[in-house]
């Protein structure tokens, strides 16, 4: 029996021999005791790497869905090896991402709009984050736009909002998602966790020389921008709330502490903006960041980098320091979009014996850049791509480029919006052309109260450079597919009417005016025409119906000269219908008060890029005449002593001679930027 009892010891259970076998009684055993972790030695230190991602957009791989080419100057694969090598270079490392991750491409159109992804899988960029491993995340504007069913899906369930079924369980990211600022109306409660506390084990010093482990609990809370009531008002009305991000810190950032977190990461989807704080401003950065409590604070929404340490920083308001990385003392990062960078606060903490705390002194703040350098020929240089990300969403990828590629009609011109803020319609004609008619056809049929009015439309360059001098529409003359009507309207967004008069029209234009510098005629040093207005809200008219100048040597709000409408003086007085889109008429009172929401008389459900599509597919053939070279508007002629410039693409004068814009000519074959842009002069007197 001895063996017997050996093994009885070893498994557990009951051994006996034969029929008659018996059983033995095992004396009982006596539970281990807890283990205790060792108390960690006051004037012990570690160091921590947190490492920040925003507004991806979708772009998982380096890759143009709308020119259907690798594009190696964004795309989430390159940061996956600038966070490989962080975490090679940094014993404790930390990932979060600050939101705008799920709309942005034609693969997150695909997943989300054309064949939706399953419940049982993850989206694509997810797949691919959840395979670098995130400890947490928030969520940006976008994360919206496709009504809060599919978030909730594909966030994983849990959205306890009317419409939505919460309890529903989905493949989604494998990291805690935290939004502070956002209310369900159904609940009343945080629309997700306002906040999470992760336990991370970290590599530490102690006084001693001895390397230890010790624990860290990592508070993080995250914010969006409450412009998304505005945004996505058609699915977000009656169902959420938001209130200011200080708000929702003030409130929440003492819970965490007193539920023992050592130090609290911010993610505020938002950046930063000198004007007075009020809870629904868009980037509140400077005003979160005085509130108590919070040790890194991560930035995002603007697209741009912080700290910035170039001559000529993007961001210089009070209280922003380039040079330490610190805004109002904290430490903060933004890092780009597109995956075009990666954010790294890098803190150092001491343990005084009762708490953790932050060595100011030893902290370092990076946005460290896909790009590395130029090579001989003044080329850009990347990282390469991490091979391990593509492969991950390789079935999704063919299946969006099959997609794009769908045929539906053609061109007899290049359609493009290289020169579109200097006079060139190739591009942005066809899009006011299939939104008038949309919204016409729906009035005629459903709205006859206003029947009578003039129905017109405006759009804008949503592509204007902003990303460098391959960031334009440009659709081939020839066939043309679901990816060029893409391009030609890069955003989801969906077709408002609003009804204005003619003095607000003329205000409208005015605003969008400020898409130029002011140039003094007298000036012989070369003046840069465009601003820094984006170029997304440079509206315009592109009909012979409407006739209007922009005098660039007035003031800001004094520009617009010769308005008509059929060729006579247009009447102040007068009512109009214009076909836009949803955020302009929502949340463009910047441009007239009366675009509040107020001024709307119908909110469509279909996306203008659908609206684009049918009418490109009714049409068949588009051209130049018909579609692309109705200029409603031009710069008032003046004769200016020194050079008018701008920059657009390398090597696209052509496209200005096809546009007849005779009075472009080029000056700077390259601008030095290592964008890719070219410098081109405007004769502002022919």
Partial sequence: MTTCAAVLVAVLTACGGGSGGGSVVLPPVSPAPPTTPAPVAAGTRTTVALLETTDLHFNVRSYDYFK?????????????????????????????????????????????????IPCTQPLSVYKAMNATGYDAGTLGNHEFNYGLDFLN?????????????????????????????????????????????????????????????????????????????????????GKVRT?????????????????????????QHGGLDASPYSPTMES??????????????????QHGVFPDRGTSPGYKQAGVDNAAGTVNGVPAVMASSWGKALGLIKLELVYDGKAWSVDKSKTFVDARSTQTGKDGAGKAIYVDADPSVAP????????????????????????????????????????????????????????????SLPVLSVSAPFKSGYEGGRDYTDVAVGNLAIFNAADLYLYPNTVYAVKVTGAEVKAWLEAAAKRFNRIDPAATADQQLIS???????????????????????????????????????????????????????????????LDGRATIYASPDANRDVLIDYIKTHKAITRTANGAARSWRFTQVTTAGNVVFTSGQGQLGAATDAGLANISLLTADDGSGKGRSVYKLDLGN
């Fill in 68 to 116: 259907l080419a690798e594009d190696k100057s964004y795309g989430y694969e390159r940061t996956a090896t600038l966070i490989n090598a962080a975490r090679k270079e940094f014993a404790n490392t930390m990932l979060f991402d600050n939101g705008d991750t799920i709309q942005g491409t034609a693969l997150a159109d695909y997943e989300a709009l054309v064949s939706r």
């Fill in 532 to 594: 820094t207005f984006p170029g997304y809200n440079f509206d315009m008219f592109t009909t012979p119906d409407v006739q209007y100048e922009i005098d660039v040597t007035q003031a800001v709000g004094s520009r617009i000269r010769n308005l008509s409408y059929m060729g006579a003086p247009i009447d102040l007085a007068k009512e109009f219908v214009i076909a836009t889109n949803n955020y302009r008429a929502t949340s463009g009172a910047s441009f007239i008060a009366a």
């Fill in 284 to 301: 509140p950065g400077l005003y979160l960041s005085k509130v108590p409590g919070i040790d890194a604070l991560m930035m995002g929404h």
């Fill in 243 to 267: 209130e200011g991000a200080v708000e929702s810190a003030t409130r929440y950032i003492p819970e965490l502490r007193a539920q023992g977190a050592d130090i609290v990461v911010a993610l």
């Fill in 392 to 451: 991950l969403i390789e079935t999704q990828h063919q299946a969006a480029i099959t997609y794009v590629k769908t045929p539906i009609g053609s061109t007899d011109f290049r359609m493009n919006t290289y020169f579109a803020d200097v006079g060139d319609p190739g591009a942005i004609q066809i899009v006011n052309q299939a939104q008038a008619g949309y919204v016409t056809a729906y009035i005629q049929a459903n709205l006859p109260q206003y029947a």
């Fill in 153 to 237: 899906q594909v966030i994983g369930g849990g959205l306890d909002v009317d419409g939505v079924d919460g309890t529903k369980k989905c493949a989604g990211p494998n990291f805690p998602m935290v939004l502070a600022n956002v209310q369900s109306v159904k609940s009343g409660k945080p629309l997700l966790a306002p906040y999470t506390i992760v336990t991370k084990q970290f590599s530490a010093t102690r006084p001693d020389g001895k390397t230890v482990t010790v624990p860290v609990k990592v508070g993080v809370i995250g914010f969006t921008t409450p412009g998304i009531l505005s945004w996505d008002k058609r699915f977000l009305e």
